[in-house]
């Protein structure tokens, strides 16, 4: 019995079945593809890296060693300790950080709570959520000196816009940035005035992601409005919250465009000198730039202690 013929087609499905043979595979197309996405990804990876270094890492490795230094006719010698005595020994430094604790503390009690309410209004409002955004957030793009001008208008003595609704309404003028004992507080107005906007957009997302479900739960077990922020509310924004808290301290600490411009930097009886203006101080008006970065040294270290123990609370409070 013959063996079955192929027909031209069968024949042709068996060769198409096989595999073709062209040879080893061919990888150099495909490695170097893949070479030049990495070379291009590592390019741009260490163009950040370079930015990084020159312009932070950099200025904070020749701060720690202008601390223990002292440049005289231009040349550099170690010193040791000799500009945190310097600096300790100065009248100004103990009222510089009691200035910027003051500025810290009432920069917390208005520009932390401030934004936090704009945002609980706005995302209450069911109209014109958008304008009211763009309003809010308006004075953080304008330029800072800008704002601080505006500011200085408002607050001047004699033809200032808050002394003319006093006057308005019968109640004494004020120096608002001459007076020791409204300066700080006219600057804290000014500057949270200026930041807010930025906070307030974040706690509206944070606002906007909390599950309805929650507030209608609250609504059936009686809760009012306080006590839905109170048990709803603030628990769901908790993490938004404590980062927006550290944040803040770390700025409030670092304080200096709004004084300077506003009282001049020192104000009235020093009562505007905050620790960086102090450092400017050392640097451009003293010229001795060990004891500037000395004291810089010294707000770096609280500002970083301050950090890793707020950490290291937050993680204990999650466990």
């Given at each position: 019995?013959?063996?079955?013929s192929?027909?031209p087609?069968k024949?042709?499905?068996?060769?198409?079945a096989?595999?073709p043979?062209d040879?080893?595979p061919?990888?150099?197309?495909?490695?170097?593809r893949?070479?030049?996405?990495?070379l291009?990804?590592h390019?741009?990876l260490i163009g950040a890296?370079?930015?990084f270094?020159f312009?932070?890492w950099y200025?904070?490795?020749r701060?720690?060693l202008?601390?223990?230094?002292?440049t005289d006719q231009?040349?550099?010698?170690?010193?040791?300790m000799?500009?945190?005595?310097?600096v300790?020994?100065?009248?100004a430094f103990?009222q510089?950080w009691?200035?910027?604790?003051l500025f810290t503390?009432?920069a917390?009690v208005?520009?932390?709570a401030?934004?936090?309410?704009v945002?609980?209004?706005?995302n209450e409002?069911?109209?014109?959520?958008?304008?009211?955004?763009?309003?809010?957030?308006?004075?953080?793009?304008?330029p800072p000196?800008?704002s601080?001008?505006?500011?200085?208008?408002?607050y001047?003595?004699g033809?200032g816009?808050?002394?003319?609704?006093?006057?308005?309404f019968g109640?004494?003028?004020?120096?608002?940035?001459q007076?020791?004992?409204?300066s700080?507080?006219?600057v804290v107005?000014?500057?949270?005035w200026?930041n807010?906007g930025g906070?307030a957009?974040?706690y509206l997302?944070?606002l906007?992601?909390i599950?309805g479900?929650l507030?209608?739960?609250a609504?059936?077990d009686g809760?009012g409005?306080?006590r839905k922020?109170w048990?709803v509310?603030?628990?769901?924004?908790?993490?938004i919250l404590?980062?927006m808290l550290?944040?803040q301290i770390i700025?409030t600490?670092?304080?200096?465009?709004e004084p300077?411009?506003?009282t001049g930097g020192a104000?009235?009886?020093?009562?505007t000198t905050?620790?960086?203006?102090?450092?400017?101080?050392?640097a451009f008006?003293?010229?001795?730039?060990?004891?500037?970065?000395?004291l810089?040294?010294?707000l770096?270290?609280l500002?970083?202690g301050?950090?890793a123990?707020?950490v290291?609370?937050s993680?204990a409070?999650?466990?």
């Amino acid at each position: 019995m013959s063996a079955p013929s192929l027909t031209p087609s069968k024949a042709a499905g068996v060769r198409h079945a096989q595999p073709p043979v062209d040879g080893p595979p061919q990888r150099g197309g495909a490695f170097g593809r893949s070479l030049r996405r990495n070379l291009t990804a590592h390019g741009f990876l260490i163009g950040a890296v370079l930015c990084f270094a020159f312009f932070s890492w950099y200025p904070m490795v020749r701060e720690f060693l202008l601390a223990f230094q002292k440049t005289d006719q231009g040349e550099v010698s170690w010193v040791g300790m000799e500009n945190l005595e310097t600096v300790f020994n100065d009248p100004a430094f103990w009222q510089a950080w009691r200035n910027t604790a003051l500025f810290t503390v009432l920069a917390l009690v208005l520009g932390f709570a401030v934004p936090f309410v704009v945002a609980l209004v706005i995302n209450e409002l069911r109209h014109g959520k958008g304008y009211l955004r763009l309003l809010v957030y308006l004075p953080v793009m304008l330029p800072p000196v800008a704002s601080v001008l505006l500011f200085k208008y408002l607050y001047d003595p004699g033809y200032g816009l808050l002394n003319e609704v006093l006057g308005f309404f019968g109640l004494p003028e004020q120096q608002w940035l001459q007076d020791p004992g409204l300066s700080m507080l006219s600057v804290v107005v000014a500057s949270t005035w200026m930041n807010m906007g930025g906070a307030a957009l974040i706690y509206l997302a944070a606002l906007q992601g909390i599950p309805g479900e929650l507030y209608e739960a609250a609504e059936l077990d009686g809760a009012g409005l306080l006590r839905k922020i109170w048990h709803v509310t603030i628990p769901q924004t908790r993490l938004i919250l404590s980062l927006m808290l550290l944040m803040q301290i770390i700025a409030t600490m670092q304080v200096f465009v709004e004084p300077f411009l506003l009282t001049g930097g020192a104000g009235p009886e020093g009562s505007t000198t905050t620790v960086v203006y102090l450092i400017y101080q050392y640097a451009f008006n003293f010229n001795n730039y060990g004891a500037a970065a000395a004291l810089g040294l010294l707000l770096l270290v609280l500002l970083a202690g301050f950090s890793a123990a707020y950490v290291k609370l937050s993680r204990a409070e999650d466990e």
